[in-house]
C-alpha cells in the first residue's frame, strides 16, 4: 500500500520540483524533512491544519511548490496507518525526489 501511495505521490512530486534545480539533493532533502515533520506534528496530535501551518513556518524561503507539496504530503501522511510512520517514509520521499 504504501508502494502505492508513494508512486502516486512521485507523480506530484515531478511537478513540484523544478527540472533545473540548482541543488536537486538539497531540494529533496528538504522534502525529506518536510515529510519528517509531518510526521512528528501527527504523533504530536496536530491535526492537518495545525500541522500545515506549524511546517510551513519551518520552511526557510518557503515557495508555492512547497505549500503545495506540504498540503499533499500532508493528506498523505494523515491517511496512513500510524503503524507505518517510521523513518522509511522521509527516506522514501527524499528517494523518490532524487529518482524524478
Given amino acids: 500500500m504504501i508502494r502505492t501511495l508513494l508512486a502516486a505521490f512521485a ?46 513556518r ?8 512547497d505549500e503545495v507539496l506540504t498540503v499533499q504530503l500532508i493528506a498523505w501522511i494523515y491517511s496512513m496507518p500510524e503503524e507505518q510512520m517510521t523513518p522509511e ?4 520521499v527524499y528517494q523518490a525526489c532524487l529518482s524524478q
Fill in 11 to 56: 507523480v506530484t512530486l515531478h511537478l513540484s520540483v523544478p527540472a533545473m534545480a540548482q541543488d536537486k539533493e538539497a531540494e529533496c532533502r528538504k522534502i525529506g524533512q518536510i515529510a519528517t515533520n509531518i510526521m512528528t506534528e501527527r504523533k504530536n496530535g496536530s491535526n492537518e491544519r495545525r500541522a500545515e501551518r506549524r511546517v510551513l
Fill in 58 to 65: 519551518n520552511i526557510p524561503n518557503v515557495s508555492k511548490n
Fill in 89 to 92: 517514509v522521509s527516506n522514501s
